[in-house]
C-alpha cells in the first residue's frame, strides 16, 4: 500500500511561487508514474503534471512554462514548483501514484488528501 502525504500549499498574491511537496510511504520509490492533479470548486479534476518511473514529465497546457514537476529518489519526494500563479490556478492540489503505466494523474491508483492553493489578485 502507497501512502502520499501532501504539504506546501497555502495563499499568494498572483505573479508569486509555491513549491508543494508530496512524501511517499510504504513502496520503493522510482518504480512508478507519479504525478500531480487539482480540483478548483465546482469544476473538474485535471491533471496539471506527471512523470514517469525514467524522469520524462507531461505537464498540462495551462501550466506549461510555469511550473515544474521534478523527484528526489533520494527523499522519497515529489515536488510542484509553481511560478507566475494566476487566479485560476486556485484549487486543491492532489498528489498520485501509478503502477500501471498511465501518466495521467487524474486516474492514478493512489492520491493524497490534497494540499490547498488559493491565489489572490
Known amino acids: 500500500q502507497v501512502q502520499l502525504v501532501e504539504s506546501g500549499g497555502g495563499s499568494v498574491q498572483a505573479g508569486g511561487s509555491l513549491r508543494l511537496s508530496c512524501a511517499v510511504f510504504?513502496?520503493?520509490?522510482?518504480?512508478?508514474?507519479m504525478g500531480w492533479f487539482r480540483q478548483a470548486p465546482g469544476k473538474e479534476r485535471e491533471g496539471v503534471a506527471g512523470?514517469?518511473?525514467?524522469?520524462?514529465?507531461t505537464y498540462a497546457d495551462s501550466v506549461k512554462g510555469r511550473f515544474t514537476i521534478s523527484q528526489d529518489n533520494n527523499k522519497n519526494t515529489l515536488y510542484l514548483q509553481m511560478s507566475s500563479l494566476k487566479r485560476e490556478d486556485t484549487g486543491m492540489y492532489y498528489c498520485a501514484a501509478d503502477f500501471r503505466g498511465t501518466l495521467d494523474p487524474v486516474h492514478m491508483d493512489y492520491r493524497g488528501k490534497g494540499t490547498l492553493v488559493t491565489i489572490s489578485s
Open positions: 510504504g513502496h520503493a520509490y522510482g518504480s512508478y508514474n
Open positions: 512523470i514517469d518511473s525514467g524522469g520524462s514529465t
